[in-house]
């Protein structure tokens, strides 16, 4: 999500803002919104619900990944198995911040910034070992955990661009200047089809 976007969520909640949210390096409009935590995150999906009238919510990590993957289900990155150094050649590392959401190639669905901007939240609790006994259709994750999904290389490591696979998770009360989150809402009011909203 935006920080424009969020900024709506704010204005029209009375959320306190996030940290960093008034620092040059991560204000500009279309970047990711950072420093929001899971909380946060959920909130802003709930009021997106009931603003639309649609449902809104944090993607699952298998929604995440499937999403990520944009149709190519051997890739290693979201698009494809092209080097991040050829697919970003404009690019320098170390970064000072996240690039504007947008900046990356897109995937096979039409998503950007997948690997290399953001960690994005999930809905899910995190357990290591899930995924060896997880359904194998739509796993929905633990049902109880300490720390959350997320999922997403950013901008803040030294080699931001992570693969597909790549898992990581933090408590939920936390908040750091390499995780923001982005939104799956229901494509019809009636239907359970979702998709990852392109909102970074």
């Not at 999500?1 to 909640?13: H, K, P, R, S, V």
């Not at 699952?60 to 198995?81: F, N």
């Not at 931001?160 to 923001?180: F, M, N």
Request: glycine residues 10%.
């Amino acid at each position: 999500m935006t920080n424009a976007a969020y900024g709506e969520f704010l204005a029209a909640t009375g959320t306190p803002a996030p940290p960093f949210w008034s620092e040059p390096r991560f204000a500009d409009p279309q970047q990711p919104v950072v420093g929001v935590n899971w909380f946060e995150a959920s909130a802003c999906c709930e009021w997106l619900s009931s603003r639309t009238g649609r449902p809104h919510r944090l993607p699952t990590e298998a929604e995440w990944e499937k999403a990520a993957r944009g149709g190519l289900d051997d890739a290693h990155y979201p698009w494809g198995a092209q080097a991040p150094e050829a697919a970003f050649p404009d690019v320098s590392l170390p970064r000072r911040g996240p690039l504007p959401v947008g900046s990356g190639p897109a995937n096979g669905f039409g998503l950007t910034d997948l690997s290399g901007a953001v960690h994005e939240w999930c809905a899910d609790w995190h357990e290591e070992g899930y995924y060896v006994v997880a359904p194998e259709r739509n796993p929905g994750g633990p049902i109880l955990g300490t720390r959350r999904a997320s999922r997403g290389g950013a901008w803040r490591h030294q080699r931001p661009w992570s693969a597909v696979a790549h898992r990581s998770s933090l408590l939920p009360h936390l908040r750091y200047s390499d995780y923001g989150f982005r939104v799956v809402r229901a494509l019809r009011r009636e239907s359970r089809a979702s998709a990852l909203c392109p909102v970074g």
